[in-house]
């Protein structure tokens, strides 16, 4: 379509990162373990506050419990700005302006400021054009609130998508009052935070029929020991190592634990870091036939979890 072909060279033109094609529907709810969504519907991008065809600067982004009581599961996506100037956020294209659905949850101990865009092509705008338009953005500090495209007031100006210099204003409006008076379009919404140089927290990016939903790292947990067979009162060595998805080492702290098989678990020591390659270790001394396995604790970007169980035989007194 010429529309989306339009649209689509703006947003390459303007838009500093982020998958720029025309979407394709993948709706439902999504858990992401980072900023990446891999849906061209919805995905995160960073865009200058004052100016949408002015380059971004790009924050820094970490996995968060919480902070306060995340609206979806326990984790969110914090994204923390390298410098003022810039909001970083969920771009989202749109069918319909008149009904377009754009919602996320933000949260910022110190509150922050942001912006949100809205770039369309309706029915009477001219060839060459589009219709911009811009809205500062406000989160409170202390807890979560919720951004909706549909419900904020824009200011909408044409703008020439050659130059992109101001051709037109059409004063204030909400997306559907713009639609209602002219005419229904499609686009795209950039919606984001960190204006004022404030680190803030996503969750709950809607968009396109689709929900993200920003939770921890799958993480797997190794465990061996030196010798599976062993004398009373040897000491016998336990190492550990965690991986990400990709087997990359993380080098979370571990804590050891054992028990005499078929009895309870419990912890061998306290917590245990890993070494420089990633590798966590201890020696523990073994009296009996005794089971050992990690217990990898929760993280902020990581749920607990365990290693698989190995076994130390002793052998019983001649």
Do not use: K
């Not at 809205?135 to 419900?151: C, D, E, I, R």
């Not at 040897?234 to 991986?243: L, P, Q």
């Amino acid at each position: 379509m010429v529309l989306r072909s339009v649209l689509t060279a703006l947003a390459a033109a303007t838009l500093s990162c982020g998958s720029l094609v025309a979407p394709a529907h993948a709706e439902g709810v999504h858990t992401l373990s980072g900023p990446a969504t891999d849906d061209p519907d919805v995905y995160l991008t960073y865009v200058d506050c004052s100016n949408l065809f002015s380059p971004g600067t790009p924050p820094a982004s970490r996995l968060n419990l919480g902070p306060f009581s995340a609206p979806m599961g326990q984790r969110s996506l914090g994204l923390v700005p390298t410098a003022p100037g810039s909001a970083s956020g969920p771009v989202v294209w749109f069918d319909s302006l008149a009904s377009v659905q754009a919602t996320f949850s933000v949260a910022s101990t110190q509150g922050s400021a942001g912006v949100s865009y809205v770039v369309v092509i309706t029915p009477d705008t001219p060839a060459g054009a589009a219709w911009l338009a811009r809205t500062p953005l406000a989160a409170p500090s202390g807890g979560w609130s919720q951004v909706s495209a549909a419900v904020l007031t824009y200011d909408w100006t044409l703008v020439d998508l050659t130059s992109y210099a101001t051709v037109a204003d059409a004063g204030q409006a909400t997306p559907a009052q713009f639609a209602a008076a002219h005419g229904d379009g499609e686009g795209l919404v950039v919606s984001g935070f960190g204006c004022d140089g404030r680190a803030f927290n996503l969750d709950a990016v809607q968009g396109a029929g689709s929900t993200f939903d920003f939770e921890g790292l799958a993480l797997d947990t190794s465990i061996s020991a030196d010798r599976a067979e062993a004398a009373s009162g040897d000491v016998v060595s336990i190492t550990g190592r965690v991986t990400d998805a990709h087997t990359r080492v993380m080098g979370d702290p571990l804590v050891l634990e054992s028990r005499a098989p078929g009895g309870a678990w419990g912890a061998v020591g306290g917590s245990v870091l890993a070494g420089a390659d990633g590798v966590a270790q201890v020696d523990v001394p073994v009296a009996e036939t005794t089971e050992f396995r990690w217990h990898r604790p929760a993280s902020q970007y990581a749920d607990e979890g365990w290693s698989d169980a190995v076994t130390v035989t002793v052998a019983p007194p001649a």
